[in-house]
């Protein structure tokens, strides 16, 4: 059964640093691998899909890379923000196809500090 | 705009009192599914649907029933809620079986039952 470890578990960070938040996965036979980010009691955004041919994958500030054959994704996040404060969840299908969802991440809390 | 909706937002139950948490796609997505997230447990899947009329569990459908009548409506029904069910739900879409199934949630209900 897939499983999905996000470290570390909490960061927090003075403004305009560069992060990177990691993430692994125990079954390197995906698809893709989807981040998210959720605000306190709202909803998930996706952030990046990278495809399993994919090595990475840009949004503005945000990079995500992927390394199937060792389990392992970062979500790299250039001159921090306050307004980047906020949980972000590593999300992989729970198996092959993705037929039966995501197996997600415990997520970790960032909290950039003005 | 393409979103999930879902409704309502937030409720506040008695245990043993059937309702209907209801949830829309507007992006004529075939998969449909929903999932509950609790502190330290993280989110995990309910139930699941590929196309209309095709549904199947995740992994915690105990308690819980859903329905897939129409392409863009996925409903999840609790006939009696119980205080255990406690939480925060999301439904999400994606166009399954597609290399780019990129999943989109709704804002989340949140559910209490007392």
């Known amino acids: 059964k897939q499983e999905v470890t996000q470290i570390p578990a909490a960061l927090s960070v003075p403004e305009g640093e560069n992060l990177v938040l990691n993430c692994s996965f125990t079954?390197?036979?995906?698809?893709?691998l989807q981040w998210f980010r959720q605000d306190p009691g709202k909803g998930l955004t996706s952030l990046l899909l990278i495809q399993s041919s994919q090595r990475e994958q840009t949004s503005g500030r945000l990079n995500a890379s992927l390394d199937k054959s060792s389990g392992r994704s970062t979500l790299y996040i250039a001159a921090s923000q306050p307004g980047d404060s906020a949980t972000y969840l590593c999300a992989v299908p729970a198996s092959g196809g993705g037929a039966d969802g995501l197996t997600f991440g415990k997520g970790t809390h960032l909290i950039i500090q003005p | 705009e393409a979103q999930v909706t879902q409704n309502p937002r937030y409720l506040i139950t008695v245990t043993g009192k059937k309702l209907t948490v209801t949830c829309s796609q507007n992006m004529n997505h075939e998969y449909m599914s929903w999932y509950r997230q609790d502190p330290g447990l993280g989110l995990r899947q309910i139930y699941y649907s590929m196309n209309v009329e095709v549904t199947d569990k995740g992994d915690v459908p105990e308690g819980y029933k859903v329905s897939r009548k129409e392409k863009r409506n996925f409903p999840l029904i609790l006939e009696s809620p119980s205080p255990n069910q406690t939480s925060l739900y999301f439904c999400?879409?994606?166009?399954?079986?597609?290399?780019?199934?990129?999943?989109?949630f709704g804002p989340g209900t949140r559910l209490t039952v007392l």
């Open positions: 999400a879409s994606s166009n399954w079986g597609t290399m780019y199934n990129e999943q989109f």
């Open positions: 079954d390197s036979a995906i698809y893709n």
